[in-house]
């Protein structure tokens, strides 16, 4: 086992998750995803399971932004043991709205890998905003 070419190779899905999502290619963002992943994402349902599942829930997602979308991920930390690797980070999520204006926020991002015959991918993937129990609503201008 080489940690190093590991670790590298999860960067390299990560990259390739990222790149997808730029460029709204929603196979290209699924194709990073096992097929029993479980996955908590922040807007609609409480967890999808499965990668069929979840590409409809990114469908979905890429038809709500009508310019393309913009991403930034700070923090991240990448841990690697065996055939499992972790990842979790800051992101910056966001886009243009109809009229043109950037729009977005920031995020908490956990996701978590297997590698599955000889393979790296994401078996489970946590967006999610802080909240304020008062009034029970995300904080979406927090910073980090």
């Known amino acids: 086992m080489n940690t190093t070419t590991d670790r590298s190779q999860v ?10 999502f730029t460029t709204k290619d929603v196979a290209t963002v699924v194709s990073t995803y096992a097929e029993d992943i479980v996955a908590f ?3 609609k349902q409480l967890q999808f399971k499965g990668r069929e599942a979840y590409r409809v829930h990114w469908e ?3 038809k709500m932004c009508p ?5 930034e991920n700070r923090e991240l930390q990448l841990h690697v043991a065996g055939d499992l ?3 979790y980070y800051l ?12 729009q977005g926020c920031w995020m908490r991002v956990t996701q978590g890998f297997r590698k599955l015959d000889g ?9 999610s905003f802080p909240i304020d129990m008062e009034s029970g609503k995300a ?6």
């Open 11 to 20: 960067q390299a899905l990560l990259d390739t998750w990222v790149k997808g």
């Open 41 to 43: 994402d922040a807007i």
């Open 60 to 62: 979905d997602c890429m």
């Open 67 to 71: 310019g393309l979308p913009t991403y």
């Open 85 to 87: 690797a972790l990842a």
């Open 91 to 102: 992101c910056h999520c966001g886009g243009t709205d109809e009229q043109g204006n950037a």
């Open 119 to 127: 393979r790296w991918a994401i078996i489970h993937e946590h967006f």
């Open 139 to 144: 904080i979406s201008d927090a910073q980090p």
